[in-house]
């Protein structure tokens, strides 16, 4: 479910890069590579050597000098696989995976059963970050007061919904032909249909009604995704009652909108919605709003972003048959008390959104062929992203990543998990520390988060027997977010005081999901809290609400722990 | 019971509340030694700070609280501080939701000392008029003063939806008023704006309240409200009223107010008449058994007089013309509890007075139930404000905006008269003062049309054709 509102900040950066490179140097692509911050970073060396040697030339020098590496690793006669690597799935965890497994030099082919880029560009990230942009416009522009304190006079906003809904799909599409290009750029092959896996490092693909193409490799990712989770009893339409792949679309702003879930899906939407002037009520199975959040910051988003907007919601309950307006009726909702069971109310809106999370999109993988039986859908695997069959045992040379094994469903989650990956199959053993991976959900104000969460901290705390602190800081004290006059929001800092490990932060406000990356990368590099409170940040910026967040922290280590003293540097 | 006590008690024990050492009340609090419901005041977070906002409240209804325990945060004009508690006990009723202000010092939540007290102290923030009696009758120190309708369920909206449907907005949705649809935004508005979606009409689609139902809702009790007098004072206005204490403006007054400060930029003038009445008084006896009311003859007879003298029917909206409406719409002040409505009798010159007066007790009825339409009430073209039942003999009201005139009308009483012919005698008389707007209604037409007016009235043979 997470997987939808990842990496938007950087969609913005791309599509700029995108419109002026493309009109000039349509064959360079490295540079658009940039809507995803961790192909550009795995993508930096490659860079270079793009810039000094033509396309065919680099990858096919790539991959005479792989091939014989990877066959003194393994001792597999070359030649006799099509492939290194064969990806099932061209969403963002296959093409992260595709483009650092040509950065080492593996002949690589994708499999694409849809659309180039998957959910996160088509039904997800991508076009949500698009509608969110237009609602962080719009809500500003609406906001008489916040205009008036700034000394602004804006006479009525207004929008024009086909306009928005075409600046959704137009990036969409820009970013997916980027995708595409960036592959193909690079020598990926990118082999059309539905693909399967036959047996043992051995993939056929092929569209419906067409002979199927059979291919083998030497390493398989599966990486198909997921696709958006609609309990039993809910029958969707795609008009009234709808799943975030069609209201992505935007083809109607209802009055009143019921959000099934409140997850971060149902909130970007409630924020889109309530922007464009819909009421929303949020329909919740647990008995608080926003149950995926630290407690804390999910009580302060709700008094920012559900309390004083036209929302309201029903939590503790369970949506057990929503019907689609139709003949004059409006749709209508039956709720049951989660505990109980029992009849609750029903509502009647103009229209329903499921957001209760999403389904890993494994069937039809051939996964009974080698043995494998998936838990709800999802693939198992070990931490290396390994497959693991019915008795337990790694499946050889096939890996599942992202959405599909549901360890963290978050698209640059399942990137991360392919670059894993494909240090793995090259030779450098690799396992992803999940902890350190950042989510964010793109309100206004935005919502971040990596690490634990608070009772998730203390519950580890209690069970390992250690202390844990908290620091938290607020926006309110913040020069730029004051400047902006958006100073609602609290950083949070969940971290050891006995060694200064940083265990989670959470953030809500301006800006929030930029900002949480300095938490991120410390936990990922494993900086502690005494070392990181020294780095200097630029002032005025909002990223000084984590500088005063670091430095308020307790710790009482005594002295730097492992960064030496370095020498004075004068310039 | 409660109202009687009230009044009765309420000069010598209301104001007692926040300062309960003097006084019988007082005393009453110290034999009663058990002071086991405490309130939760709002701090002085700081030297300068006069109101504070609830940020969040830390603890739910019912939860335990031991002494020092944070039970709330409150943000001040400073910063957002944890607000502990001094006591120990449950908290039994939060009386200031998340996101509301209070001013410091006043009362946010009920601590009871015991599990048992919990459903005591929730009692007694619900129960919302009649509180200052229920004081003094029961004793205990503390009290809810304004009550928010508390909800005892878990899932507020859906509860209290079932709670308050009691079959007036009658539309599709609402499976024949058992249920009410409302917009989240309605709901949100209408708890803001203190307004009953019981009585509220939706009209969104498939009949479901939307916000701007709840603000025409609200509108209509200051529309009402904007009026100076009313027939008929209930007496709403002495529940619960706190000596010494400075009571905030509820959004409707807030309303009011403004409305009140508007009509001052509306050049207004007056022009008073005494009417003899006793022909009017003979023609009410007649057909007084035919349902036929006082009210609806004033009116008739106003509308008869507006039909020869439109100028007086007109308005000025812009400041630069006359809007001359083209339907005489009599505009009625009546006092309803909590506030005052202005009916209207639509087309009052050309409906017979049998017909005016069934109306007027339609509209009576449903002002009361508040379930006028908008256009039941803030259609009015000419006002009439009635006192005389109570003996006024003589008053002056302040014009509703966006009207041209207003008629405030006295009791008819015996006068002795001297008559042209040199005689004396005992006539019923009645004064009647009407303000108008001079923008566009002069001195002379307002005296012509009280004169037209008055011969109508001391003729009334056209009143009931």
């Known amino acids: 479910m997470h997987s939808i509102c990842s990496q938007a900040t950087a969609v913005p950066r791309s599509n700029f890069a995108f419109d002026s490179h493309a009109l000039a140097l349509p064959i360079s692509k490295p540079i658009n590579l940039r809507f995803c911050g961790l192909r550009k970073e795995a993508f930096g060396f490659s860079g270079l050597t793009h810039s000094c040697s033509s396309r065919v030339q680099f990858t096919s020098r790539g991959h005479s000098k792989r091939i014989s590496a990877s066959a003194e690793n393994n001792g597999t006669p070359p030649k006799s696989f099509d492939y290194d690597l064969i990806i099932i799935g061209a969403g963002v965890g296959g093409h992260g995976a595709a483009l650092h497994a040509v950065e080492k030099g593996l002949r690589t082919a994708i499999i694409e059963g849809d659309v180039v880029g998957g959910t996160c560009v088509n039904r997800g990230c991508v076009p949500s970050k698009a509608l969110l942009a237009v609602s962080g416009k719009m809500r500003e522009l609406q906001s008489e007061h916040h205009m008036k304190a700034l000394g602004l006079q804006v006479s009525a906003a207004g929008y024009d919904r086909q306009g928005v809904a075409d600046h959704a799909n137009n990036l969409a599409s820009k970013i997916r032909s980027n995708l595409t290009n960036s592959m193909k750029a690079l020598g990926v092959d990118i082999l059309t249909g539905f693909g399967a896996i036959v047996g043992p490092q051995k993939v056929k693909y092929g569209k419906v009604g067409f002979p199927d193409n059979i291919v083998t490799a030497k390493d398989i990712i599966i990486a198909t995704g997921s696709i958006p989770f609609v309990p039993k009893g809910i029958e969707v339409d795609g008009k009234t009652v709808i799943t975030s792949d069609h209201a992505l679309k935007l083809e109607s702003v209802p009055d009143w909108i019921a959000i099934v879930g409140s997850g971060y899906i149902g909130l970007e939407f409630s924020d889109v919605y309530t922007a464009l002037g819909s009421e929303v009520t949020f329909i919740e199975a647990l008995d608080q709003l926003m149950p995926g959040f630290d407690p804390e910051i999910g009580k302060l988003a709700q008094r920012v972003l559900i309390n004083p907007r036209k929302i309201d919601y029903h939590t503790g309950v369970f949506a057990t048959k929503i019907t689609p307006a139709k003949d004059g009726k409006p749709v209508t909702i039956e709720l049951i008390d989660a505990k109980t069971k029992e009849p609750k109310d029903t509502l009647e809106v103009d229209a329903a959104l499921i957001a209760t999370g999403r389904a890993p999109f494994t069937n039809g993988l051939g996964l009974e062929n080698i043995n494998v039986v998936t838990q709800r859908g999802f693939v198992p695997v070990d931490e290396r992203m390994r497959v693991i069959d019915a008795n337990g045992n790694l499946v050889p040379h096939l890996y599942c990543i992202g959405d599909a094994n549901g360890k963290m469903m978050l698209a640059h989650a399942a990137s991360a998990q392919g670059i894993s990956v494909v240090e793995q199959v090259t030779g450098r053993d690799h396992v992803l520390n999940h902890l350190s991976i950042p989510a964010a959900c793109f309100t206004h104000p935005e919502i971040s988060m990596v690490g634990l969460t608070e009772p998730q901290a203390r519950e580890k705390a209690e069970k390992e027997g250690f202390e844990v602190s908290v620091a938290k800081t607020s926006f309110k004290a913040n020069t730029k977010a004051l400047a902006e006059n958006e100073g609602e929001g609290l950083a949070k800092l969940i971290y050891r005081p006995d060694n200064g490990e940083i265990l989670g932060v959470h953030i809500f406000g301006l800006h929030a999901a930029d900002l949480i990356h300095e938490a991120s990368n410390a936990i990922a590099l494993g900086t502690r809290i005494q070392d990181i409170k020294f780095a200097v940040h630029a002032h005025p910026t909002l990223s000084e609400v984590l500088d005063e967040l670091f430095k308020s922290a307790k710790v009482k280590a005594a002295a730097p722990s492992h960064v030496p003293v370095s020498e004075p540097v004068a310039v | ?465």
């Not at chain 2, 006069?50 to 940020?55: D, L, P, S």
């Not at chain 2, 009692?123 to 304004?146: F, N, R």
């Open chain 2, 1 to 465: 019971m409660a109202h009687i006590l009230q009044t009765a008690f309420l000069p010598s024990t209301s104001a007692l509340r926040r300062t309960p050492i003097s006084g019988s009340k007082g005393k009453s609090q110290s034999l009663q030694v058990k002071a086991k419901i405490r309130e939760i005041f709002m701090p002085a977070l700081s030297s300068t700070m006069t109101e504070g906002k609830i940020v969040s409240w830390m603890k739910s209804e019912g939860d335990k609280l031991s002494k020092g325990e944070s039970v709330v945060v409150v943000e001040s004009d400073k910063a957002d501080m944890d607000v502990e508690s001094f006591h120990e006990g449950f908290l039994a009723a939060i009386m200031v939701e998340e996101g509301g202000v209070a001013p410091v010092g006043s009362a946010i939540a009920l601590l009871a000392e015991t599990e048992d007290e919990i459903a005591e102290a929730k009692a007694k923030s619900q129960s919302s008029s009649g509180i200052s009696s229920a004081q003094v009758v029961e004793e205990k120190p503390k009290q809810k003063e304004e009550s928010e309708p508390a909800v005892p369920a878990v899932a507020p909206t859906v509860s209290s939806i079932k709670t308050v449907a009691v079959g007036s907005a009658v539309h599709p949705a609402s499976e024949g008023g058992k249920r009410i649809v409302a917009s989240p935004y309605a709901k949100k508005l209408a708890k803001e704006l203190k307004v009953d979606l019981g009585t509220v009409v939706g009209t969104g689609p498939m009949g479901r309240i939307v916000a701007k139902d709840v603000e025409a809702a609200a509108a209509a009790g200051v529309v009402a409200a904007a009026l100076p007098a009313s027939p008929a004072i209930a007496a709403p206005v002495t529940s619960g009223i706190e000596l010494g204490t400075v009571v905030p403006f509820t959004t409707m007054q807030g309303a009011v107010s403004r409305n009140m400060v508007e009509s001052l930029s509306v050049p207004t003038f007056r022009v008073g008449y005494t009417i003899t009445t006793n022909a009017l008084d003979a023609l009410y006896k007649k057909i007084k058994s035919k349902g036929v009311t006082m009210t609806a003859l004033l009116a008739k007879a106003t509308a008869l007089a507006l039909a020869q003298h439109p100028v007086v029917n007109s308005c000025c909206r812009d400041g630069n013309s006359f809007t001359y409406n083209s339907s005489i719409n009599i505009a009625v002040a009546v006092a309803i509890d909590g506030g005052l409505i202005t009916p209207v009798l639509q087309d009052a010159d050309k409906v017979d007075i049998y017909t005016l007066s069934r109306k007027w007790k339609e509209l009576v009825d449903k002002a009361r139930a508040k379930q006028l339409q908008p256009h039941e009430y803030n259609t009015g073209t000419f006002t009439l404000s009635n006192l005389g039942m109570f003996g006024v003999d003589r008053f002056d009201a302040i014009l509703p905006p966006g009207t041209g005139a207003i008629m405030a009308v006295g009791a008819s009483q015996p006068a002795v008269v001297a008559s042209k012919d040199g005689r004396i005698g005992m006539k019923n008389q009645m004064q009647v003062n009407v303000t108008a707007d001079h923008r566009v209604i002069y001195g002379a037409d307002l005296a012509s049309f009280l004169q037209t007016l008055a011969k109508i009235i001391e003729d009334p043979k056209d009143l009931t054709l």
